[in-house]
């Protein structure tokens, strides 16, 4: 076992003993759970042991949502009637003291997840940079909105205003950044909101909180913590959440949304499952085609929504494919997530090695082998990727988003055939397409655009650059997450009009002269 180095050894247990509402880190003194990391310090594996946080139920999680609702006060509030400036001087003011924590998060990052030191410096130096560029294009938003607009003899200032409370539930695979991306434009459109962080990757979150607390005004954020059931479902039940904001499972938002006594008013926006898949076309570039499926297949163990999570191979290039593809998995590097150059790292749920060797049987004892021979190799806390071909429908490798280190591959022959399974597939978010002619990829292209939200050519599937929409068809998404959308998403039209004639112009003239409206006003911060 490698030694770890200093600056990433765990020294002290991080007990979170405090928790964030109405603007106060209450203490908490009730039941707590244990934060275990699957990757061991010592040399005898065993689990690591970094600390704990609340254990919480109805009554903190209703204590959450009234701070917010209060906070909010029906549109009343401190914060959605504040100017734009202001709650851009406070989003400044937290991502300028979140800055200085990097160390700290990159650290939890490795240990509570599993992602490799490079992948945690990027995930939360990205953060940042998001951050940065939500405040910017909110500047514009602003901008654009800061002037009268006639039609018809109506004069009318539109804006955007925001929605109302919003419970915010990121996922685990990118605690930090997926997680502000749902969180950052619901604040800074003037929402208020409670947040709970995923079943793992929570302490990370720890060194935040006084950040939160002392840059945002009381209620606007709430952090609390617990399992979903026990601390979500109260909070849904008491039909004062306006939005529901969520990157995970599709029967958790499913649940979660039927808990709500008014649906109609519960504005969604969700980032759920995908099953994007890759096809490799007859005349694909093999070199290329192999390192983009590798990556896209394989970061971060292939736990991430827009992994490539089927790959499609025309049948006259399959075997060499195959030959290649298993070749350079089994070449890849395991170690811990501080190890120079290694690609696969520890996966951060304890049953998962079980969970994708089922697969593997499954898919083995309906006709498919293991092509490489690393594949399915396990250790405490890793199971070897396993290469799997031919898988068929049959195998529920096929219809599972395995997220999970394991590659199934298919062969075809026809093009019809990949674009009747993601035609039936009940997902719809991305697609890798790898070829050169095009008079075979135009029309492809042409159908793919209205299967999946994004065709990624000759390149794996990805999130970034986060300026670009984020969103899938079917079961993968609801709204649209990106910088310029995401603000859109937490937010409405909404406008003051009256009738072109002196009286009203008289008023709003008076009005913009007073500067005592923060809505009717052409001010904007340069």
Same mark, same amino acid.
């Given at each position: 076992?490698?030694?770890?180095? @200093?600056?990433?050894?765990?020294?002290?247990?991080?007990?979170?003993?405090?928790?964030?509402?109405?603007?106060? $880190?209450?203490?908490?003194?009730?039941?707590?759970?244990?934060?275990?990391?699957?990757?061991?310090?010592?040399?005898?594996?065993?689990?690591?042991?970094?600390?704990?946080?609340?254990?919480?139920?109805?009554?903190?999680?209703?204590?959450?949502?009234?701070?917010?609702?209060?906070?909010?006060?029906?549109?009343?509030?401190?914060?959605?009637?504040?100017?734009?400036?202001?709650?851009?001087?406070?989003?400044?003011?937290?991502?300028?003291?979140?800055?200085?924590?990097?160390?700290?998060?990159?650290?939890?990052?490795?240990? @509570?997840?599993?992602?490799?030191?490079?992948?945690?410096?990027?995930?939360? =130096?990205?953060?940042?940079?998001?951050?940065?560029?939500?405040?910017?294009?909110?500047?514009?938003?602003?901008?654009?909105?800061?002037?009268?607009?006639?039609?018809?003899?109506?004069?009318?200032?539109?804006?955007?205003?925001?929605?109302?409370?919003?419970?915010?539930?990121?996922?685990?695979?990118?605690?930090?950044?997926?997680?502000?991306?749902?969180?950052?434009?619901?604040?800074?459109?003037?929402?208020?909101?409670?947040?709970?962080?995923?079943?793992?990757?929570?302490?990370?979150?720890?060194?935040?909180?006084?950040?939160?607390?002392?840059?945002?005004?009381?209620?606007?954020?709430?952090?609390?913590?617990?399992? /979903?059931?026990?601390?979500?479902?109260?909070?849904?039940?008491?039909?004062?959440?306006?939005? $529901?904001?969520?990157?995970?499972?599709?029967?958790?938002?499913?649940?979660?949304?039927?808990?709500?006594?008014?649906?109609?008013?519960?504005?969604?926006?969700?980032?759920?499952?995908?099953?994007?898949?890759?096809?490799?076309?007859?005349?694909?570039?093999?070199?290329?085609?192999?390192?983009?499926?590798?990556?896209?297949?394989?970061?971060?163990?292939?736990?991430?929504?827009?992994?490539?999570?089927? $790959?499609? %191979?025309?049948?006259?290039?399959?075997?060499?494919?195959?030959?290649?593809?298993?070749?350079?998995?089994?070449?890849?590097?395991?170690?811990?997530?501080?190890?120079?150059?290694?690609?696969?790292?520890?996966?951060?749920?304890?049953?998962?090695?079980?969970?994708?060797?089922?697969?593997?049987?499954?898919?083995?004892?309906? /006709?498919?082998?293991?092509?490489?021979?690393?594949?399915?190799?396990?250790?405490?806390?890793?199971?070897?990727?396993?290469?799997?071909?031919?898988?068929?429908?049959?195998?529920? %490798?096929?219809?599972?988003?395995?997220?999970?280190?394991?590659?199934?591959?298919?062969?075809?022959?026809?093009?019809? @055939?990949?674009?009747?399974?993601?035609?039936?597939?009940?997902?719809?978010?991305?697609?890798?397409?790898?070829?050169?002619?095009?008079?075979?990829?135009?029309?492809?292209?042409?159908?793919?655009?209205?299967?999946?939200?994004?065709?990624?050519?000759?390149?794996?599937?990805?999130?970034?650059?986060?300026?670009?929409?984020?969103?899938?068809?079917?079961?993968?998404?609801?709204?649209?997450?990106?910088?310029?959308?995401?603000?859109?998403?937490?937010?409405?039209?909404?406008?003051?009009?009256?009738?072109?004639?002196?009286?009203?112009?008289?008023?709003?003239?008076?009005?913009?002269?007073?500067?005592?409206?923060?809505?009717?006003?052409? =001010?904007?911060?340069?």
């Amino acid at each position: 076992m490698n030694l770890i180095p @200093e600056e990433f050894q765990i020294n002290a247990l991080l007990n979170q003993d405090s928790y964030l509402v109405n603007g106060e $880190l209450k203490k908490w003194e009730g039941q707590t759970s244990g934060v275990f990391s699957t990757i061991s310090s010592t040399t005898a594996y065993a689990p690591t042991l970094l600390g704990s946080i609340p254990f919480m139920g109805e009554k903190e999680g209703l204590e959450a949502v009234n701070a917010a609702a209060d906070a909010y006060n029906n549109g009343q509030g401190q914060w959605p009637t504040m100017k734009v400036a202001d709650r851009i001087k406070c989003m400044t003011n937290f991502v300028t003291q979140m800055t200085e924590k990097r160390a700290e998060v990159v650290k939890y990052l490795m240990w @509570e997840i599993g992602k490799s030191l490079p992948d945690s410096q990027k995930e939360f =130096d990205r953060t940042v940079e998001y951050i940065y560029d939500t405040i910017e294009d909110y500047k514009q938003l602003d901008r654009n909105s800061a002037r009268f607009t006639k039609s018809q003899g109506i004069n009318a200032m539109i804006r955007r205003g925001p929605l109302g409370v919003v419970l915010c539930l990121g996922p685990y695979n990118y605690p930090l950044n997926e997680t502000f991306s749902l969180l950052i434009p619901a604040l800074i459109m003037g929402n208020t909101v409670v947040f709970k962080p995923a079943k793992h990757g929570v302490l990370l979150l720890s060194p935040l909180l006084e950040a939160f607390r002392s840059s945002f005004p009381k209620g606007v954020i709430n952090v609390i913590y617990g399992r /979903g059931r026990e601390v979500a479902s109260p909070i849904m039940a008491s039909g004062k959440i306006d939005v $529901l904001a969520l990157i995970g499972n599709s029967k958790s938002a499913i649940a979660l949304q039927d808990l709500h006594p008014n649906k109609n008013r519960l504005r969604l926006i969700l980032g759920l499952e995908a099953k994007n898949p890759a096809i490799i076309l007859a005349d694909a570039d093999l070199d290329l085609a192999i390192q983009e499926c590798i990556v896209g297949s394989l970061s971060f163990n292939g736990q991430r929504c827009t992994a490539l999570k089927v $790959l499609y %191979v025309h049948e006259t290039i399959a075997e060499e494919f195959n030959r290649r593809f298993a070749a350079k998995v089994d070449a890849l590097s395991f170690g811990n997530p501080w190890d120079k150059a290694v690609m696969l790292t520890p996966l951060p749920e304890k049953d998962k090695p079980a969970y994708i060797q089922d697969l593997i049987d499954d898919a083995k004892s309906k /006709g498919a082998q293991v092509i490489n021979e690393k594949g399915g190799e396990q250790t405490p806390n890793y199971i070897f990727p396993a290469v799997l071909f031919p898988v068929n429908k049959e195998m529920r %490798v096929y219809h599972e988003e395995q997220f999970g280190p394991v590659v199934p591959i298919i062969s075809f022959k026809d093009i019809q @055939e990949p674009l009747n399974d993601m035609a039936e597939s009940n997902y719809g978010q991305q697609v890798s397409l790898f070829g050169k002619d095009i008079t075979t990829i135009a029309p492809l292209i042409d159908t793919l655009v209205n299967l999946v939200c994004r065709v990624n050519l000759n390149s794996s599937c990805q999130r970034g650059p986060d300026i670009y929409p984020f969103t899938g068809r079917k079961d993968s998404a609801v709204g649209t997450l990106s910088i310029h959308d995401a603000l859109r998403s937490f937010s409405i039209r909404t406008f003051v009009a009256s009738k072109d004639n002196e009286y009203n112009n008289e008023i709003l003239q008076a009005l913009l002269n007073s500067d005592k409206s923060n809505f009717i006003t052409t =001010d904007y911060i340069l």
